[in-house]
């Protein structure tokens, strides 16, 4: 699996492709830009197929919500929006710091609209 880090003025994204083996570990400098910026975009719009189990994607999301990281996760696919929704249950992670969308458009706005996130 890999993934393509990109930054856009007001969130960085993660571009998810091919196989999910395990959650995608940020490198540290990337990890900084999503500290500065306080928003993340995943995107599982190329993903292939998921080979691990989604309390581990929660626990990492978990870690970044902590740190006050606006989460948005983009997965248009059924069964990866299915998975969002259970690794967020595992996770806990319901809440005005994490949201799951159907599409990239949905997940954007929300990212730069902060003050949206009480709204749904």
């Not at 626990?59 to 948005?72: F, M, N, S, T």
């Amino acid at each position: 699996m890999s993934y393509t880090f990109l930054l856009h003025e007001r969130f960085a994204e993660a571009h998810l492709t091919g196989v999910l083996e395990a959650p995608e570990r940020l490198l540290p400098e990337e990890l900084a830009e999503v500290i500065r910026l306080g928003a993340i975009l995943y995107d599982y719009t190329d993903v292939e197929r998921l080979a691990f189990d989604a309390w581990a994607v929660g626990d990492a999301a978990r870690r970044l919500a902590e740190r006050g990281v606006r989460i948005a996760a983009c997965a248009p696919r059924a069964e990866w929006y299915g998975v969002g929704r259970q690794a967020a249950q595992m996770g806990n992670l319901e809440g005005p710091n994490f949201r799951l969308f159907r599409t990239r458009g949905e997940a954007v706005v929300w990212l730069i609209h902060p003050e949206w996130s009480a709204a749904k």
